[in-house]
């Protein structure tokens, strides 16, 4: 069965600071690695996604994502935050073919500016 | 809005009742699928569509839940003799495929009372 862990629940930083946020899958074969992000009162948006090729994926709002196969890691980072950051993030994965995606529990990340 | 669309935002329903939730998918995504988010986790897999074939369901889904997508366009999860325990945020999604990652509506909030 596959498994998503986000050991950060809750992160504060202050605008600037560089983010680092965890994620670590349990998957037998080849995987699908997904971000999303909800910010408050709206819907989940995907941030980024790796399938294959380079394993470091660039997404949207200067956010990028590292996929180390060897620690089944996918982690999330952004040099500089700023205040409009602050959301929950999801960290998902599928297998290859799979269409289920499974869910971390999520991090909640609060900028203060 | 050319994305997902799900009615309602909000139910309240007495329990014993049964309820009905509509999802619009992204016009030219194959693919749809429900989940089910609770507080303080991430979405759960509930069942997936591909056109108009139910083509896999969760555990989770019981004899209750029920979910259809006529014509391939959009779909409907009923939910009968609702349960307390069924209280949630109910999220529809599509996708043109497992690598590309799925595209999520705002949800429908399901209170039991």
């Known amino acids: 069965a596959q498994s998503v862990s986000q050991h950060n629940h809750h992160v504060i930083l202050s605008e600037a600071a560089s983010l680092e946020l965890g994620c670590n899958y349990s998957?037998?074969?080849?995987?699908?690695l997904f971000w999303y992000v909800q910010y408050p009162g709206q819907h989940l948006q995907l941030l980024l996604k790796?399938?294959?090729?380079?394993?470091l994926v660039k997404g949207i709002k200067g956010f990028e994502a590292e996929f180390i196969k060897s620690k089944f890691s996918f982690n999330l980072r952004k040099p500089s935050v700023q205040w409009s950051d602050t959301a929950e993030y999801f960290c998902?994965?599928?297998?290859?073919?799979?269409?289920?995606?499974?869910f971390g529990t999520g991090t909640r990340l609060t900028i203060i500016p | 809005d050319t994305g997902v669309s799900q009615d309602p935002r909000h139910k309240i329903t007495k329990r014993g009742q049964n309820v009905t939730f509509r999802c619009d998918p992204i016009s030219e995504h194959n693919r749809l699928y429900w989940y089910r988010q609770t507080l303080g986790q991430g979405p759960e897999f509930l069942t997936y569509f591909q056109n108009e074939a139910q083509l896999e369901k969760s555990r989770l889904l019981s004899d209750r839940f029920s979910a259809e997508r006529p014509k391939g366009s959009f779909s409907t999860l009923e939910i009968q003799r609702t349960e307390q325990g069924d209280s949630a945020m109910y999220l529809c999604?599509?996708?043109?495929?497992?690598?590309?990652?799925?595209?999520f509506g705002q949800g429908t909030r399901l209170t039991v009372v």
């Open positions: 998902a994965v599928n297998g290859f073919g799979n269409e289920k995606l499974t």
């Open positions: 998957y037998g074969g080849t995987v699908n």
């Open positions: 790796y399938f294959s090729g380079d394993p």
């Open positions: 999604a599509s996708s043109l495929g497992s690598r590309f990652g799925a595209f």
